[in-house]
């Protein structure tokens, strides 16, 4: 599994592995969204996640029980598989630092009260 090969210690870091990753399957990311498949590859890598999830343990992840296991995942990997979505969409045309910047601090502001 990409992720676990390099062990992220950081969020922003696993969100550098899902870019650069997806950006070397750019074409097959493609051919998804024009077959209009990528609700069911969204779901798939959420289920694949969630059934994973014990085996990537996160510092920055204080999940405490199950619910809040399946609420995190799903909202995580839908709203990324989203942005990388989009972000194929338009070719890649933003710099992916810039992506990775730009959504740590969107979800930054989620939580600013």
Same mark, same amino acid.
Request: charged share 20%; with cysteine; proline share 3%.
């Given at each position: ?14 969100? %550098? ?5 997806? %950006? ?13 498949? @990528?609700?069911?590859?969204? @779901?798939?890598?959420?289920? $694949? ?15 405490? *029980?199950?619910?809040?296991?399946? /609420? ?6 839908? =709203? /990324? $598989? *989203?942005?990388?979505? =989009?972000? !194929? ?5 933003? +710099? @992916?630092? !810039?992506? !990775?910047? %730009? ?5 930054? +502001?989620?939580?600013?009260?």
């Amino acid at each position: 599994m990409l992720v676990k090969k390099d062990s992220p210690s950081s969020f922003d870091k696993t969100l %550098e592995i899902c870019f650069n990753y997806f %950006e070397t399957k750019q074409y097959i990311m493609k051919v998804l969204i024009k077959a209009h498949l @990528s609700d069911h590859f969204t @779901s798939a890598f959420t289920h $694949i996640f969630i059934t994973l999830i014990n085996d990537f343990p996160a510092p920055w992840r204080n999940w405490d *029980n199950d619910l809040q296991v399946s /609420i995190g995942v799903q909202f995580a990997t839908g =709203g /990324i $598989i *989203n942005v990388l979505i =989009g972000w !194929i969409a338009t070719d890649c045309k933003i +710099d @992916s630092k !810039i992506m !990775i910047r %730009e959504l740590m601090n969107t979800i930054q +502001d989620l939580g600013a009260q």
